[in-house]
């Protein structure tokens, strides 16, 4: 006599381990966060070095305005691309699959797999990016301060820049999550995704001035950017209310996404 089947119930605890399985597995998340890595970590020796071997500058106003945490993190620039990218195909990847099904299935309330998602997500790139900001920093300012030009981590404004930095590339995997569910569509959601970041600023920039200082310090990239400049442009939103708008962009995504996920079939 076979003995009757342990029915597992459904936890969140459940969920998020569910979802952290799935994405430790996908190769696409060891290639695109490892890129990520190697964007960071190789543009904080690539960018000072460069400087480094052409300091001063011919312009004494860029010696002034010079930002050594910015040139240390640049490749910060790089890496939310790979993030936002996995960020979709967390997502779009299922849809594509079909395991989208069975994965609702076990878990019929639906909401619980978006949030878990977006956890998980979010969790991992900033116990990776993080440390990985941090290290790029150090990375960068040993390479300056050969001319003297590097600064500490505890001057005003650089933690912020650095943890920020992290920060930053943990919402563009958000932004990115939250399009993929919404869109269930890798092309759609990638094309929306670097349309919002990259080609809307370049057009609202083309707009007449009043408009465009208006407009353009509300777009996700420009509100988000403030959270690690080390000086914020005095157009743009303070860092923390800058970083505030620019969380609004993905938890608006994510919020449709669940409405999308709810009333839409699998």
């Known amino acids: 006599m076979t003995a009757p089947a342990v029915v597992q119930r459904v936890t969140p605890a459940r969920v998020v381990l569910s979802e952290w399985t799935k994405l430790r597995t996908l190769r696409s998340t060891v290639m695109s966060l490892l890129a990520a890595i190697v964007f960071v970590i190789g543009f904080s020796i690539l960018v000072p070095s460069v400087i480094r071997a052409h ?51 076990a878990v019929p309330a639906r909401l619980p797999v978006l949030w878990a998602k977006a956890l998980v997500y979010a969790v991992t790139v900033l116990v990776l990016m993080i440390p990985t900001c941090v290290l790029g920093f150090f990375i960068g300012q040993s390479i300056l301060s050969s001319k003297h030009i590097e600064t500490s981590f505890g001057h005003p404004g650089v933690a912020r820049a650095v943890i920020g930095s992290a920060l930053y590339l943990a919402g563009i995997g958000l932004l990115g999550l939250g399009l993929g569910a919404l869109l269930r569509n890798t092309a759609g959601a990638i094309s929306t995704l670097f349309g919002l970041l990259f080609v809307v600023p370049v057009v609202v920039h083309f707009l007449p001035a009043s408009w465009s200082d208006a407009i353009g310090k509300y777009l996700p990239s420009n509100a988000g950017q403030g959270i690690y400049s080390l000086h914020p442009d005095s ?24 409405v999308a996920l709810v009333r839409r079939d699998a």
């Open 235 to 258: 157009t743009q939103l303070g860092p923390w209310t800058g970083f505030g708008v620019f969380l609004l962009y993905a938890v608006v995504a994510l919020v449709l996404a669940g």
């Open 55 to 105: 300091w001063p500058p011919r312009d004494p106003r860029d010696a002034l305005n010079f930002d050594p945490v910015g040139v240390s993190l640049v490749g910060g620039f790089f890496a939310q691309l790979a993030i936002g990218v996995l960020g979709v195909l967390i997502v779009t990847g299922e849809y594509a699959t079909g395991m989208i099904r069975a994965t609702l299935a």
